[in-house]
């Protein structure tokens, strides 16, 4: 996730794309760049971290006058934040920004190359400018040049650019990811949100999927596939706050129904149609390991425990979990045989980093899954893999944890694949799975209404138990988690069949059990195990696609095709939960109390 501003006009654009660019800094702030055609003059920063540092090395800078301008805030896929990999991307008379992951650029890259093309930097984005290029050159005019270059992307993308090959002209384009037009009669802006354009336009058009055109002489052009269209334009909103919410009460509820997008995002390129690429892995990073051991806190242990159980079943290597906190100072055994995992949603939790720490001073291989590229787990690591789920502002991790799951899934597979433990016919079938995730993860109208409705029938009560099996165990962890960090209610996940070891001596009608019943796995084991609760009286919530008689709540799930399936589209369902009990106690959702993002002490 990046954020794009940009701006024609004659007022002082620096500060335009400074401002902007600030009020899209949630989006990511790895890096940041401008660049601003004015009259023949070509200007272009750079710098690493946050916008302030772009600020000072602009601070003698003055772009007041007509102009183009375009500008930048990066959040790192491909390749780490440095200065090189920022955007906007030169090629030879052109710069562009971008948002997005251009799914196809290794095979434009080599094509590129071959003609003769030196690329800088190590991101995809770099093809997008040398492509331009590339037409432009073989002698089509400028916009005729852009749209063949559209023509060639693939993957997702939100997109300007700008060349001295056409001074009073940005270039557009759109697809997936998001970008609207913003209007000040002949002043026009770009953004990948409201916000940067709050109190500069008043009309708004929210750019559609496949639209791409160009914007000259305070006109847009705006053409899809079947060519030029005219379109309508809004007035924008004036709530800033509001805005960056993107309409959502709280960014929590935005992260959740962000799922199913960003899940596209992390398959992205690596979710072939029969086979897991991952490019961040040497082709013999498994030689020689025999087992994985996965450390991690919180939420990402939950993902990690979720993990072992695939590793084992599907690629047949074996598979522990431990708490990063107990692992340091437990001296454990350690074999260089063993791959080391740390998980970690902001890749500073300490615990986990000295967990890291020690594994490697052991010698152990070292590979982490972080959603923060360049974080101090990316760094210590010998490789990483990252999330790509954007940035997290609720407290209570959300769609981190269903892009670690994502990603785990997909490794497991991945070493599957290079194992040769995994039959192709099987590996298919779960890619077939995993490609129908994303619909899975979408939440419905009328799902978020039940979980509002529900709610207020368990706001009180001695305790909720989250209870499943298999992977729906972690799963469980997970959602009691996810309601005791935001409702303050005590809640705990639980095995199914291990209920009945004790915690059923709990049980009466002010206890709630929160059972996830998946169609796909051990559903007459997990129904049993319900049937001993509801006998004691225990209030049951049962989420399954299956009708239960005994349900005093039922959720009924839509996918049961496949138990991960499954499992993300339970996972909103507690998430939702979660979040509805939250509000109904009037806590604050987003920054609920005693706890923190990101835990650097130990
Ligand atoms: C804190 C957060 C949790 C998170 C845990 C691990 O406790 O509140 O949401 O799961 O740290 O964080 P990490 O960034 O390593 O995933």
Not at 163 to 187: C, H, Q, R, V, W
Not at 435 to 461: F, I, M, N, Q
Not at 539 to 563: E, G, N
């Amino acid at each position: 996730m990046c954020g794009i501003v940009g701006y024609i006009g004659p007022k002082e654009k620096k500060e335009i794309l400074l401002d902007g660019l600030q009020e899209l800094e949630y989006r990511g702030y790895d890096s940041a760049g401008i660049a601003v055609i004015q009259g023949e003059k070509l200007n272009n920063f750079k710098a690493v971290g946050k916008l302030k540092n772009l600020r000072e090395k602009t601070k003698n800078y003055t772009s007041k006058g007509f102009g183009i301008s375009i500008g930048h805030t990066r959040w790192a896929t491909h390749g780490k934040p440095t200065e090189l990999n920022a955007h906007p991307h030169l090629g030879a008379y052109s710069y562009v920004v971008h948002n997005g992951i251009i799914e196809n650029y290794q095979e434009l890259k080599k094509e590129l190359q071959q003609e003769g093309v030196t690329f800088l930097s190590q991101t995809d984005t770099e093809t997008i400018v040398h492509l331009f290029e590339k037409y432009h050159n073989e002698g089509f005019a400028p916009f005729e040049a852009f749209q063949k270059m559209v023509e060639r992307l693939e993957g997702a993308y939100a997109t300007l650019l700008i060349t001295e090959a056409a001074p009073d002209t940005i270039f557009f384009a759109k697809n997936g990811s998001p970008m609207l037009i913003g209007f000040d009669g002949e002043e026009v802006y770009f953004a990948s949100s409201d916000t940067p354009i709050i109190g500069r336009a008043n009309e708004v058009y929210y750019l559609e999927d496949g639209e791409y055109g160009y914007v000259q002489n305070g006109k847009v052009h705006l053409f899809d596939g079947n060519g030029e269209k005219a379109f309508q334009t809004q007035p924008l909103i004036a709530d800033k706050a509001m805005a960056q919410k993107e309409g959502y009460r709280f960014f929590m509820e935005k992260e959740i129904y962000e799922q199913s997008r960003v899940m596209g995002e992390t398959m992205m390129g690596r979710v072939l149609e029969e086979e897991i690429v991952l490019d961040e892995l040497n082709a013999d990073f498994f030689e020689g390991i025999n087992a994985i051991k996965i450390c991690a806190c919180g939420t990402s242990y939950h993902s990690a425990l979720t993990a072992a159980y695939l590793f084992e079943r599907l690629a047949k290597i074996r598979c522990d979990v431990e708490i990063a906190s107990e692992f340091r100072y437990k001296d454990p055994l350690l074999s260089n045989d063993t791959l080391f995992v740390t998980i970690s949603q902001s890749g500073e939790t300490a615990d986990t980093l000295e967990a890291l720490k020690m594994a490697k001073r052991a010698g152990l291989k070292s590979l982490s899954i972080c959603n923060v590229d360049n974080s101090s787990i990316v760094r210590e690591s010998d490789t990483a893999i990252l999330t790509r789920a954007g940035i997290e502002k609720g407290v209570a991790s959300t769609k981190a944890f269903a892009t670690q799951t994502m990603v785990l899934w997909m490794l497991a597979l991945y070493v599957g694949q290079v194992k040769q433990t995994l039959p192709q016919e099987l590996l298919k079938e779960e890619i077939d799975a995993m490609l129908r995730t994303p619909k899975a993860l979408v939440v419905t109208d009328e799902l978020h209404a039940k979980l509002h409705r529900l709610s207020k029938r368990y706001l009180h009560g001695h305790g909720f138990f989250f209870i499943g099996r298999d992977i729906f165990y972690p799963l469980a962890l997970e959602g009691a988690l996810k309601l005791k960090e935001i409702s303050y209610l005590h809640a705990e996940g639980y095995p199914a069949g291990e209920m009945k070891h004790g915690p059923i001596a709990l049980a009466d009608a002010e206890l709630f059990t929160i059972a996830l019943m998946p169609k796909t796995m051990h559903y007459d084991k997990i129904k049993s195990n319900v049937e001993e609760l509801s006998a004691r009286d225990a209030t049951i919530c049962a989420i399954s696609p299956l009708p239960f008689d005994l349900a005093d709540d039922f959720v009924q799930t839509q996918y049961s095709s496949h138990p991960m399936v499954e499992f993300f589209e339970m996972m909103v369902v507690t998430q939702l939960l979660a979040l509805e009990i939250s509000v109904r106690l009037g806590n604050d959702v987003d920054m609920p109390r005693n706890l923190a993002k990101s835990v650097t002490v130990e």
